[in-house]
């Protein structure tokens, strides 16, 4: 089993930046395909990104290509979503989740709240 519990969440105006981390317990995220989601209220959960298990690849929706970057680093055990030029619409909840065979992600965080004022 993995716990993962998001951080980094909070309040930035137009424009600012936040960096989100992913971190696990209960197994090595060694391995694992791992990606970042978010839900707004009302609205149904959107795919944010995804880093390869390798850590070599990372694929993004063009709502956030250019300012979204994913990282990982499994000496930590953890993941990153750096967040930069936010805009209100990226108001969410995000979560981050891993996947241990695609398409699936088997193991989901609690998720942390992102508002972006205008």
């Known amino acids: 089993q993995v716990q993962l519990v998001e951080s980094g969440g909070g309040l930035v105006q137009a424009g600012g930046s936040l960096r989100l981390s992913c971190a696990a317990s209960g197994r090595t995220l060694s391995g694992l395909r791992m990606g970042w989601f978010r839900q707004a209220p009302g609205k149904e959960r959107e795919y944010v990104g995804t880093?390869?298990?390798?850590?070599?690849?990372?694929t993004y929706p063009a709502s956030v290509k250019g300012r979204f970057t994913i990282s990982r680093d499994d000496a930590k055990n953890t993941m990153y979503l750096q967040m930069n030029s936010l805009k209100p619409d990226d108001t969410a909840v995000y979560y981050c989740?891993?996947?241990?065979?695609?398409?699936?992600?088997?193991?989901w965080g609690q998720g942390t709240q992102v508002t972006v004022s205008s």
């Open positions: 989740a891993a996947g241990v065979i695609w398409p699936n992600y088997d193991y």
């Open positions: 880093i390869s298990a390798t850590g070599g690849s990372t």
